[in-house]
């Protein structure tokens, strides 16, 4: 879904969102690469791998100076805990990153060249359906790792037909 609000010829607000859906629960692949899964990783269901749900939601505001577009907005990714069609279970790294989002697109033409930076302000990793029942089985609090980049660099371009 994208939807765009312009209050005047170069002052704009933006929202973009998708939300992917996989309803399938696990695609089959071992965690164990090609060894045997531990007997606690069958115990809590992360010997398969998940196939999770993800999704982005985007918004900001942006300037135009004649064929500089100039935009500022935030940035939320995220691979949930739980799907909303089909099961949870199988190996993920839940967690959400919340970024600020400066970028410039420049208009040529029929052609729009852009560039995105988004900044990480909040990277966390949430506890997995694995985890939650590693935790009920042991009684000892268990999340997994993650790794988030500090910052990426997307860059593109758009053509008009």
Do not use: W
Request: proline content about 4%.
């Amino acid at each position: 879904m994208n939807a765009f609000y312009n209050f005047s010829e170069k002052l704009g607000l933006y929202g973009n969102l998708y939300y992917l859906v996989s309803p399938r629960e696990q695609n089959g692949t071992s965690t164990a690469r090609g060894g045997t899964p531990s007997a606690a990783s069958i115990k809590n269901g992360s010997s398969v791998m998940s196939v999770p749900d993800q999704y982005m939601a985007r918004v900001g505001a942006n300037f135009t100076a004649k064929a500089l577009t100039i935009s500022l907005g935030f940035r939320d990714e995220c691979l949930p805990v739980h799907d909303l069609i089909g099961g949870s279970k199988g190996f993920r790294r839940p967690g959400y990153i919340i970024s600020l989002e400066p970028g410039l697109t420049y208009n040529f033409r029929k052609v729009n060249i852009y560039a995105y930076l988004p900044v990480a302000l909040v990277r966390d990793r949430t506890q997995s359906v694995a985890d939650k029942i590693q935790t009920k089985l042991t009684g000892v609090y268990t999340q997994g790792d993650a790794a988030f980049a500090d910052y990426t660099i997307n860059v593109g371009c758009s053509f008009k037909f």
